[in-house]
């Protein structure tokens, strides 16, 4: 399974660190994942990786 929302898709960025003295390597910003239960429309249960800004928007939604 990808480091990937499954409902934003929001993924893996590259980048670089950049030390004191400006010397420039790649690296990467990973999303923060969340593994949530989520029961779909016929009754089963399913887990899927959520973003936590996607988690937040999904209880905000079912909270109105």
């Known amino acids: ?3 990937k929302c499954q409902i934003s ?5 590259t ?3 950049v030390s004191h003295a400006h010397n420039k390597t790649k690296r990467r ?3 923060n994942l969340r593994t949530v239960r ?4 016929d009754g089963t249960k399913k887990k899927i990786k959520v973003s936590a800004k ?3 928007t999904m209880r905000k939604q079912a909270n109105q």
Do not use: A, D, H, Y
């Open 15 to 17: 980048g670089n660190n």
């Open 54 to 56: 996607q988690l937040r």
């Open 38 to 41: 989520i029961t779909l429309e």
């Open 9 to 13: 898709g929001k993924g893996p960025m």
């Open 1 to 3: 399974m990808s480091r």
């Open 29 to 31: 910003f990973l999303p």
